[in-house]
């Protein structure tokens, strides 16, 4: 049975993700030791790190974050996995240990993280692990796993409509952000298929997240210093070694691989 990393990355006019996906395939390399397939609209020049290069269109666009936001058509990702077992994750996604691994040993189809943290531990993200009118649970795209079945089909079909019907999802939920969200996709979808019961198969872990502002050094392969203000505007420093984590200081993260950003 085959496993895999699959990577989106469409790149904008100020943000490299393809390159942001090429340092993570390293990274994943070191790590997990598994293979990683990029899905992007356009060839790269070799040698590239990557198992397979997959071209599809790019999706239209879905907002601005560090320029055009390309995020649509995630729910792609399971027709154009190669692997028997997937494990899917953001660009800007930074592996820093095994944990992934675990994730293959655990008998469910699909896994989704549900609760993400502040790693300066200013904010208690409540707004973010819950959404909509009836503070529905989030589910977030920034890293899921499935492996082929009927369960994994049912939600990335259900994950298409949403994101083809994105108003009419968005007006029953009472979500009051504009611009579609894979996050709220996946939420949705999961809880459809898994009977409306707010709950479903969770990654056991939750997601480390480091904020657009938040100054992030790399100071070893896998020890990062977080610089930050507290909410009395004090400089304050963090140092995190081990952990996987999510960086949306896209700019940062641009300058620890050396890419532009």
């Known amino acids: 049975m085959t496993k895999g990393v699959v990577i989106?990355?469409?790149d904008n006019e100020t943000t490299q993700y393809t390159e942001f996906a090429k340092w993570s395939a390293t990274r994943i390399d070191r790590h997990l030791g598994l293979p990683v397939s990029l899905i992007t609209n356009h060839e790269l020049q070799s040698p590239h790190g990557f198992d397979q290069v997959i071209l599809i269109d790019r999706p239209a666009a879905n907002g601005t974050r560090a320029g055009t936001w390309y995020n649509r058509s995630r729910y792609r990702a399971h027709e154009l996995s190669p692997y028997d077992q997937t494990v899917l994750l953001d660009a800007d996604y930074v592996v820093a240990s095994d944990q992934i691994l675990a994730l293959f040993d655990v008998d469910q189809s699909i896994m989704a993280m549900r609760w993400a943290f502040d790693c300066t531990g200013r904010r208690d993200?409540?707004?973010?692990?819950?959404?909509?009118?009836?503070?529905?649970?989030?589910?977030?795209?920034?890293i899921l796993y499935w492996n082929r079945s009927k369960e994994a089909d049912m939600v990335f079909g259900m994950m298409q409509m949403i994101e083809q019907h994105w108003h009419h999802y968005k007006n029953i939920y009472g979500i009051t952000e504009s611009k579609f969200r894979n996050d709220y996709a996946l939420a949705i979808a999961l809880n459809t298929v898994m009977g409306h019961v707010g709950a479903w198969p969770e990654i056991p872990w939750s997601l480390?997240?480091?904020?657009?502002d938040v100054a992030i050094k790399m100071l070893s392969h896998d020890e990062f210093e977080l610089e930050y203000h507290d909410s009395e505007s004090k400089k304050k420093k963090n140092i995190v070694s081990g952990i996987d984590l999510h960086v949306m200081n896209k700019a940062q993260l641009g300058e620890i691989i050396g890419s532009p950003s």
């Open 8 to 10: 989106f990355a469409f």
């Open 125 to 142: 993200y409540r707004d973010l692990n819950f959404f909509g009118r009836n503070d529905m649970p989030s589910a977030w795209a920034t």
């Open 208 to 212: 480390a997240t480091v904020e657009d």
